[in-house]
């Protein structure tokens, strides 16, 4: 019972270049914080550089004290103490003088200038055997804390101002996907699921987040941290002519990348694997909640859990394959680490290289394993990362929107009549056409009522009418205009509609009702609500207008429901109504109540309505009898029943009924 991910229509390959450029059209407003974030990001780096130059002199130090130790201890035995001692010249062996210049031979370029300056200030940094002082003792237990202190200042204001920069621009992108979503003509939304949508406009954005807080922040940081102890290692061969161990350092530490360059495609097919398998899981959840009613009325608890139960399945297993290769770096990278450390001890007892040489380089060289290993992992996280930019891509890339010529024509109001010139019309994933060459018109002040069967081609006029699509052939025109030259929003707001299925939003019955008339009063709401015969249910009600209608509006019954559509379309008053009459499911009184209501919309407009109880269009200027997408029977009432044709047939079956 597994639910595989199927590709959308609308999906694409993107190259690593055009996935990640594209998240600076979005991050570019925020330029300074993230400009902020990296600079010192990058100056974290320089911390380091104290911590190395106290390793250096510390060891050196360390190696003279003990060699003078053992060179005292050796002239104690042999030379008796109140002789002289002797210079290097008679019997080869390094005077104290001779130490002591060697050690501070080796020390950094800066420590003469800083012993200087502190004897200047009374400070000894040795004593006069050439020990650490107690004062050079205490100014690193103050300033390695200081180093430190700073570098937690700098890394927490560098991480800061990215996340911040990086939640702004989720929350932008997230805005950016639903402005998009909406956009698109309802052929659009007929082709693609609902919980497809809510995956990519919510999780998939978040990954966004991670580009700029994590990956900038450690493209910020390790880079600079690899540069630093690079640069210091470098120096330091240099100085110490250690050339052959600069070589072999520089040709072992690339080998770190290979566990990422062989793994990271793997990481990538697996991450948008799982995430495709979690829109599914999205899907069902949505399917299951919005359709609960019928799962409920149907008793398949059970069978829709198994269903949920393996989108879960699939999920999991390709979040664990995806996890299992992306764990795989880091040990692998690690592995590689201990064995090129392990490779160059080796060299350098091999070679005869002292631990007082090398030391100083291995601190560098260990701290540069933390950066290398968290780029590798950035590596990872890029291929991850992208698999989401690419879906986030497709869907904004998407353009199924009805176009708006530039400088439409403007349109205050409705004067004459609607036309539908030999129109035709085919969706696209259709192998028919849904209306096919119908002409008709519809004068201001009529009213002219479709009928036929499912499928018939009825709600696809009255789409059309609202220019929710486009005729393939042919043309729609108000007032001898071209509906495609009229600007959209002015002409949804000459065109009102009750539908079949009311679907009401989870607020309160007075904001449902001014929905699309948000500048309404109060007054005007509840004048509306008298003349679609709900204001009386509504003050029954607790809470009266203020009461929540429920998700879809499931908290009311339905004639209460298609009541309050009514009273949203007479608030928001248009000269043209479409009605998709939706009386036939309802009991006999609320059906009057609401055929009331429909009489009281409809009263000085021009009504378009697709009659499903023929008993309600009776009085309709103009009937069209539809089949298989064609105009089969056009008339009035009492033309098209005595002309004994498909119309009559219709009202027969529903009188039998």
Partial sequence: MGIEYKKEFFDREYSLGETYGRVWKYARRYWLRIFIGIVTGMLTAGTLLPIFQVVQPAVEKV?????????????AAEVPVAEPAVNSEADGKPTKLEREMAAKSRLPSWYPKAEKLARKCGIDLQTKEGGISGALLLIAVFVIPLVAAVRFGLLFLSQYCLAWAGTKVVADLRVEILRKIQEQSLQFHGRIDVGQLMTRATVDPQMVQAVIQNMLAELARAPFEILVSAGFIIWFAVKNQMMPTLVLIAVGMPAFM???????????????KSLQRNSVVGQRVHEILTCIRVVKAYDTEDFENAKYGAAMRNLVGATMRSVRWTLMVAPMVETVGILLLCGFLVWCFTSHVTLANVLPMLAPLLLIYKPVKQMSSLQVSIEVTRASLQRIWSILDVDLRLPEKPGAAAKA???DKVVFDDVSFRYDTADHDAVSHVSFELPRGKMIAVVGGTGSGKTTLSGLLARFFDPRDGRVTMDGVDLRDLRISDLRRLIGSVQQETIL???TIEENIKYGTPRATHDEVVAAAKMANAHEFIMSQPGGYSRMCGEKGFALSGGERQRIAIARAILRNPPILILDEATSALDTVTERLVQEALTNLMQNRTVFAIAHRLSTIRDADLILVMDHGEVVERGSHAELYA?????????DMQHQN
């Fill in 643 to 651: 002309a004994n044709g498909v119309y009559r047939r219709l009202c």
């Fill in 258 to 272: 290979l566990p990422v360059v062989a793994l990271g495609k793997v990481v990538r097919k697996w991450s948008l």
């Fill in 505 to 507: 939003f989870n607020d």
């Fill in 413 to 415: 109001d409705f004067a």
């Fill in 63 to 75: 190696s003279a004290n003990e060699a003078a130790a053992m060179a005292g201890k050796t002239d």
